[in-house]
């Protein structure tokens, strides 16, 4: 019979996307929906971009070179060096967003059946990019109580098997908002060096960090940076997810002669969205601030709310856009469609994102949401409102 | 040790850039190259395509849908109508070129060791993509002599094993420039119908065929219907290959499914260059009809020029704008690079693609290049020109 392959089978649907029908539902009757569950934010993205496209005038819209223009190489390399990180120009390769950064280093340091940890929960879509390349994610599982900081390193080195390839973090973490500190890159560092494995950093809201809380790259640990790969985007950085365009970093040169290889065979990055991207490393560093003060506000409002709720658990969530909360209810994903399908105020309802879908082991999380803070002041305000009056209702019915 | 995958290992570099420094180093000796080795029109990308994109005007570069923005999906479906496909909206995703196209359906139907058949010589980046997907692609040899066209059904089905999962065809093909006959076509499809196997059309070249010669696509076969995938790209169609705009269409529903699931992990395609894309629809039928005029002019200065230049086997192209001549020399490769290092005619010299790197068997194509067309007439007769002097001086060494 005409089949599919295994992977196609494993392959996970997106958990974010399955509650969409109910959304769309919701809003045909009239329901307005404050969108908690995903990562877009509304910030403008900055003028420059759209300048430097409208501005394309080569008659002919040619391939560029498979690394990504080396113009846009460049302007990450000055990024880098303001964040203290030393990337050469040929240790730096443009790709298709973060999505692709992080793909390709899989592919590059796993072959199937392969194992790489990742702190849970985790960026859902890890769970696609590991199935695609025939990878296996192995959770190193992280607490609500503990704001999702890692465990010990005897409980992590007890992870690794002779076939563990990588340890790969979100940093700061989608979806739970925790920046590992020092001590704990460190101490990741430690093991990769032990077990002489690859230390995978998903640095994509490197600038999303609050309370003047420092961050710390796993680049800004010296003794590792022959195995360290730093996946990056400019899509949250510069509210430019649209553009998708990112990079991948390292100074391994085998691993990056590897990842141009993987370029060549799909020749290059949409060209024009490299010339926008190109110009935004002239964003001033007052758009930074003004963003940064904007989420920090942001995250009080939901942090507070979330306080307010009795029965709640959740640690002050230091960085990216995200939190992830453990809520009074057996079955988050149950109550998030019941928000979207029979609760309202004012004919107004939340969505927010089941957390099970973040995690690896079967039945955590399964009473935790992810809630994004990417709406401006008043929206955040009353989408908060509306979900704790909906945590009550439910809970009471 | 610190260690790459062995699909790193594998994962074969671009055979045509292998040959780029040698090209530099020769223009920084002051030779004019003109490239006939790879595959970048000069014809100039419509206007609509820059119209659109400088029309832009929301204020923040949102993710666009997973499957492609619907008005793009939308005038794709209007273009296939026109090319007498009906596919529906539900049956196109959106995808970075056909490169993308490719490997998510290589993904989709097979797993780690399945086989692939493709006629050899192939589009070298092929096998890029099939060692990604962690596939096996199974050459299904061809002639220059025959104009590589296919053998005969029983060879073709003395091929398949029990874990081939597809055979996948380019056509117009790269790198020969041949036309599969609807005959071939029905051939094609008796096998997959006959081994339950997948049906994979490259079909990017779509409009490029000459002489008056009918296309026919694998969607023309009502048989095989629920088999076929077809790869498209706009690429090279509107002379936007930067654009890295391409889809994968399929009335499977199960496997487009699949797609889905692994275009929702990457989250979606470039926002402006789609809504550049989408314009393109509107392009006016006289842009094609010059455009294929013009590639015939080509064509026809190309296949002149290696009648005349004695000991040359080639038959004569049909489609696409490559063509694969087999040339009375040894070693093409060491011929290529001979005329960027020690030829040239009044400072100039012609830079073309040794064939091996097209072939998958061992041995074959050794004496073979590939040409593209894709200089304009006054180029092409003096990159030609030079060709033909330079084989008859490697000839006298």
Known sequence: MLSLSKRAELMPASPIR?????????KKNGIKVYHLNIGQPDIKTPELFFEAIRNFDAPVLE???????IKLIDSFKKYYEKCNIDFEQDEIIITYGGSEAIILSLMAIGDPGDEVLVPEPFYANYNGFACEAGLVIKPITTKAEE???????EYIKSLIKPNTRAIMISNPCNPTGTVYTKGELKMLGEIALEHDIF????EVYREFVYDGLEFTSLMHIPEIRDRVIICDSISKRYSACGARIGCVCSKNKDFMKTIMKFAQARLCVATIEMLGATSLINTTKEY????NKEYQKRRDIVYNALLNIPGVVCEKPMGAFYVVAKLPIDDAEDFAKWMLTDFNVNNATTMVAPAAGFYATPGLGKDEVRLAYILKEEDLTVAMDILAKGIKAYSNK
């Open 199 to 202: 230390l995978i950093g998903d």
């Open 147 to 153: 704001g999702f900081h890692l465990p010990s390193k």
């Open 63 to 69: 391939y560029a070179l498979s690394q990504g223009d």
């Open 18 to 26: 399955k509650l969409v029908p109910f959304a769309q539902e919701a």
């Open 288 to 291: 930074f601030q003004e963003v």
